[in-house]
């Protein structure tokens, strides 16, 4: 029997990091100890106070039934209040949704908007999910929008052709390159939203992992965001919960109830223990700074930042101190991939920036989600080839 993809699964790029997955394969089965610095997943824990919520929401039985699709009401409640006391942003619970990830939400939005042949701007390079796993699987085109060092890696949209755009993505604290925006440049994002018509799906998943007193701020603080945007966040990265899959859509009442009728007819909202854990935890904030666990966390994560790339930047590559995420974007004076595989032979795992896009290839992108020992030994191992 045979079995065709979708014309849609065709047309989805080729997966550039089989081919580095297969490298590390071989140097595993040769007994050589991989330092991953490529993947963006905390390997710090979440903090102790949810541990034993989770524990004990999850021991109450009615936890354990459906909750409704859009989430459960003290979930949106406890969003709304984050919103006020995190960026003074005032919501009603119709702008406010459960989400199973902000990927899945990011994912979902361009299933309730996106006609077959519309055009959604997407940033270059990016997190890949706004091309491929939203625009691409319904049939959209993904336009890349240049994210360049020589404009801050901030778009340019006098560039821009604006026919047929329906939609755009846009992400600070931004993965892959770290860069952080203040409201000034939201206000110029949404006013470019405005002007064009263009939906506008804010990705704001890193938030919170900020240093050198930097916060991040929400699109929706922007005077007249509410008419065109949807922000998306999750308790991922804020509170080291990337496996328990709990994140919100916030923003536009219409564009909201798009996201919810595409979502009822595909899940059911995300457990509602979880739910449940997830109010303690944006509970814990009582103003606009990160609450002790969040300093502490965001502590450890710019001290390894520090190490990475002061290191970096005696050997001499080009790369700054991010206010935001954990990530170090380096500019690795050649090809990207070749770079990464140079960086294999020592056993150091590194994401190539062309996997980001076209306009990430010449760099590389290094997270600091490993402890400061295995960073300062994967420093060592790359001073050793360079
Ligand atoms: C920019 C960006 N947005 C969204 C996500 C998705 O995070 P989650 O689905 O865990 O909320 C990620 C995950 O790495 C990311 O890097």
Same mark, same amino acid.
């Given at each position: ?67 409704? &699709? ?8 406890? +969003? ?11 919501? $009603? ?25 519309? /055009? ?129 859509? +916030? ?8 996201? &919810? /009728? ?5 899940? &059911? ?5 979880? $739910? ?6 944006? &509970? ?38 991010? /206010? ?6 380096? /500019? ?37 989600? $490993? ?16």
């Amino acid at each position: 029997m045979t079995f065709e993809y979708a014309n849609r699964i065709k047309q989805l790029p080729p997966y550039l990091f089989a081919e580095i997955e297969k490298i590390q394969g071989i140097k595993k089965a040769q007994g050589i100890d991989l330092i991953s610095l490529s993947i963006g997943d905390p390997d710090l824990p979440p903090p102790q106070f949810i541990t034993d919520a989770l524990a004990k929401e999850a021991a109450d039985q009615k936890n354990h039934k459906y909750s409704f &699709s859009q989430g459960e009401p003290d979930f949106r409640m406890a +969003v709304t209040d984050w919103y006020k006391t995190r960026f003074g942003v005032d919501l $009603q619970s119709d702008q406010t949704m459960a989400l199973l990830g902000s990927k899945e939400g990011i994912a979902n939005i361009t299933r309730a908007f996106i006609n077959p042949g519309d /055009k959604v701007l997407c940033p270059d390079p990016a997190y890949p999910v706004y091309a491929n796993g939203g625009t691409i699987l319904c049939d959209g085109v993904a336009i890349p929008l240049p994210l360049l060092e020589e404009n801050n890696y901030c778009p340019d949209f006098k560039a821009v052709d604006t026919r047929r755009i329906k939609m755009m993505f846009i992400n600070y604290p931004n993965n892959p390159t770290s860069t952080t925006v203040n409201l000034e440049v939201l206000k110029e994002i949404v006013a470019f939203a405005k002007k064009n018509n263009i939906i506008l799906c804010y990705d704001n998943a890193y938030s919170e992992i900020t240093y050198d007193g930097y916060r991040a701020p929400s699109i929706l603080e922007v005077e007249g965001a509410l008419d065109v945007a949807v922000e998306f966040n999750s308790l991922s990265k804020t509170f080291n919960m990337t496996g328990d899959r709990i994140g919100f859509a +916030v923003g536009n009442k219409t564009l909201i109830a798009g996201l &919810s /009728k595409v979502k009822s007819q595909i899940d &059911s909202g995300p457990p509602v223990y979880t $739910q449940k854990v997830a109010v303690e935890a944006l &509970s814990s904030y009582t103003g606009c700074d990160p609450p002790e666990f969040l300093r502490q966390n965001n502590q450890i994560l710019q001290q390894r930042r520090d190490l990475l790339v002061d290191t970096l930047s005696k050997l001499g590559f080009g790369c700054e101190k991010p /206010k935001a995420t954990f990530y170090v974007w380096v /500019k690795c004076g050649g090809k990207s991939f070749e770079f990464v595989t140079k960086l294999l032979e020592v056993g150091v795992v590194v994401t190539p920036g062309s996997g980001f896009g076209r306009c990430g290839e010449g760099y590389v992108r290094i997270a600091f989600t $490993q402890p400061k020992e295995r960073i300062r030994e994967a420093c060592e191992r790359i001073a050793s080839i360079f």
